[in-house]
């Protein structure tokens, strides 16, 4: 695969504080990576210094195709996009169009397009002042994509939409994934679930976890064997007594397993000997938000 961004030892300081540190990865082309981690962990000030927002301390920021201007290659939606209230739509994107190379007539016709495709084409002559929430966010993904980038990058695209709109962004987003590449920020696990290649882990500026959706859920998952009782005396003898490290909660304990030991017929046969009553016995593991939690508060 080809690979589109490279960064490498990307680093920004403020004052004495380094806010991002030492950041290498890659994108590949018609790709999705989401770039995770808590508020304050330096998502913002990556995508920034990427953008051109912001002028990086130190590191590269290496454009396979930089040989074109970069803002035609880049598109950019910020976390809290500003629109000019007085412009319609369509004058919005012809804008940010031209501002981004486009010819003035190939402006007209891809800002039409580029509408329809995020559902305001019938909209488009509306001022922005008028627009929801939801539909300035799809506006603020139209300018973003209206010059047909390379490369996409969303500060927090759907954090701050209530469902039906986080459904409808995301789903655009999954369409422009098969021919754009995209790096996406949030602060929401399960919204990376959605469409993700790679996950970039970032706390307190630094880098701390990186490869796709299942390398990580098979790190980070824990699996373990839940076994349910009718009380809860009886989930505490069997904690207090079983050969393993058990831990107990309510009426149910959880036996983690590692490199398949021990084995579920152990298990169960275990199970089935003590004077007490298992209702349900069943294989967990680690949710998204556990596996967040884990990486992000690993030493
Ligand atoms: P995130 O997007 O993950 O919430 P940010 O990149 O916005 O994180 O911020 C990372 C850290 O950098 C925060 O502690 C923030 O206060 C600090 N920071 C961001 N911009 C500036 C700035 N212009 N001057 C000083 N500190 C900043």
Redesign the pocket.
Known sequence: MNTLLTVQSLT?Q??R?K??KDVSFSLMKNTSTALI????????????MLTGL?NPTFGDIILKENKEDARRMIGFLP?YPKFFSWLSAIEFTEMTAKLSGVDARVAVKESEKILDFVGLGNVKKKKTGTFSGGMKQRLGLAQAIVHNPSLLLL??PVSALDPVGRREILNLLKELQERTTILY?T?ILNDAEEMTDQLLF?RN?ELVEQGSLSDVREKYANPMIKIIFSLEEEAKVFASSSPWNVKQEGSSVCIPIRENEPRMQEILAYASLGDWTVQRIEKASANLEEIFMQVVNKQ
């Open positions: 920004k403020y004052g504080e806010v991002v981690g808590p508020n304050g962990a330096g998502k913002t000030t990556t995508l920034s912001v976390q500060d927090e920020s602060h970032l500026g």
